[in-house]
């Protein structure tokens, strides 16, 4: 069985930071890559970064290029989203998953989410 527990959400400043946590547990050994998605209110999940477990190459959405940088810990089975330059437009429950094959569009295991509100 494999969870994910999301932390790290909340409410800031636009311009301000934050930093989602995402706590693996169970078969983690199976994981090719992880990632973030988000979904803000009336709007459909979309992706929002991605990093392979073997080799830790990241991949984002343009949105969010050069402002939010994801990082994964292997020892400590959790993955990371540091989220700078926050604007209102990035407000939305985040959601991380994990994909047991690598595909870019498959995710096997997801999270509960955590919200993350960006006031003007």
């Known amino acids: 069985q494999v969870q994910l527990v999301e932390s790290g959400g909340g409410l800031v400043q636009a311009g301000g930071s934050l930093r989602l946590s995402c706590a693996a547990s169970g078969r983690t050994d199976r994981f090719s890559a992880m990632g973030w998605f988000r979904q803000a209110p009336g709007k459909a999940r979309e992706f929002v970064a991605r990093?392979?477990?073997?080799?830790?190459?990241?991949y984002y959405t343009d949105s969010v290029k050069g402002r939010f940088t994801i990082s994964g810990d292997n020892a400590k089975n959790t993955l990371y989203l540091q989220m700078n330059s926050l604007k209102p437009e990035d407000t939305a429950v985040y959601y991380c998953a994990a994909s047991v094959v690598a595909s870019p569009s498959r995710y096997d295991y997801w999270g509960q989410g955590t919200q993350v509100t960006v006031s003007a």
């Open positions: 990093i392979t477990w073997i080799g830790g190459n990241a």
